[in-house]
């Protein structure tokens, strides 16, 4: 059986197989093997409860043992994942997960990419861009699937930790560990960074955001990653006049948008009781006798816009009908 271990790049997942070793014993595969990161790190790797996986490892081998198999992947979700297997998913804020992704292909790969790249989805990974690696994960049809937030994973690891034990099945150890980010970096600083929320603030400009928001928006939105308006951008709005009249003049047109809405639904009133008029006269006009008896029913002098529209129509069966309708 095969437990997938999944995120985008740099969302935790490296930390989640940290707790899953020091809480569980549980050690874990990477399906990229890791050997320029973790694989190549003794002391990291053991922390970690890294296992070497290389192609001699048949994935369905282990999909049709009783034992777990604990996997990472950073892939999107895809056709090596079945029905059938478990998955933990982490998710972290997209611009800090985008800006740690771009700082650590910079740090370990032979071709540097810039955060635009990144953002865009141009990696030598098969993670496309924030928004579709989350989309493929949490709208898969697996019926196992557990998803925890980064900011969770850090801030609240004993509770996730108790949450691990549930979805797993496996008992909750009675002191659970946890290790910090700064320990961490001591081990392997080029790996482990801050491990914080805020980096990306001060690299991502206005452009940049804009651009990352309009790729990624439905998905920070679903995971309540609100957009954080930068405080030069709130002080020209405050203090830019142009702006402030056009938000005047927007609210202007809102209410003149209900106007128009209110008269179209009164047209619309008027428009059927002319029909309705219309198929009562056609009747009416099949016997001479009852013309003028019908139309003098009508309250026309009460609605001038159906006497106009009833009269234009009546012209053209009867000669001198307006007359009659006057009187």
Same mark, same amino acid.
Do not use: C
């Given at each position: ?59 369905? +081998? =282990?999909?049709?043992? %009783?034992?777990?198999? #604990? ?7 895809? !056709?090596? /994942?079945?029905? *059938? ?55 898969? +049809? =697996?019926?196992?699937? %557990?998803?925890?937030? #980064? ?7 004993? !509770?996730? /930790?108790?949450? *691990? ?55 920070? +939105? ?16 405050? !203090? ?60 026309? +002098? ?26």
């Amino acid at each position: 059986m095969i437990t997938w271990l999944s995120s985008y790049p740099r969302s935790g997942n490296t930390y989640l197989r940290i707790l899953l070793h020091q809480n569980f014993g549980i050690k874990t595969y990477s399906i990229h093997g890791d050997f320029t990161d973790i694989g190549k790190n003794i002391e990291l790797s053991e922390l970690v409860g890294h296992i070497e996986f290389d192609d001699s490892i048949d994935v369905e +081998k =282990l999909r049709s043992e %009783k034992k777990m198999y #604990y996997i990472k992947t950073h892939n999107l979700f895809d !056709n090596d /994942v079945k029905h *059938l297997d478990k998955a933990i998913y982490i998710i972290r804020d997209g611009r800090a997960a985008t800006f740690s992704f771009n700082k650590y292909q910079n740090n370990f790969s032979d071709t540097p990419k810039s955060l635009l790249e990144t953002i865009y989805g141009n990696s030598s990974l098969n993670v496309g861009t924030w928004g579709d690696h989350v989309k493929s994960w949490t709208s898969s +049809k =697996l019926n196992d699937i %557990k998803i925890i937030k #980064y900011e969770e994973l850090v801030s609240e690891t004993n !509770n996730i /930790v108790e949450v *691990l034990s549930v979805f797993l099945n496996i008992k909750t150890p009675e002191f659970s560990s946890e290790t910090s980010f700064s320990s961490l970096k001591k081990v392997d600083s080029n790996f482990f960074q801050k491990g914080n929320n805020t980096a990306w603030e001060s690299k991502f400009n206005e452009d940049i955001e804009n651009i990352f928001w309009s790729i990624n928006y439905k998905q920070m +939105k679903e995971f309540g990653y609100e957009y954080k308006i930068p405080n030069e951008l709130i002080e020209r709005v405050v !203090n830019d006049k142009t702006i402030n009249n056009l938000i005047e003049y927007s609210k202007h047109l809102r209410h003149e948008i209900s106007i128009l809405k209110k008269q179209k639904s009164n047209f619309e009133k008027i428009r059927s009781d002319y029909q309705s008029t219309r198929k009562k006269l056609h009747k009416v006009l099949k016997s001479n006798r009852l013309l003028v008896l019908e139309i003098r029913k009508l309250s026309f +002098k009460k609605n001038p816009i159906m006497k106009y529209f009833v009269s234009k129509f009546l012209r053209g069966y009867v000669g001198k009908i307006e007359t009659e309708v006057e009187n």
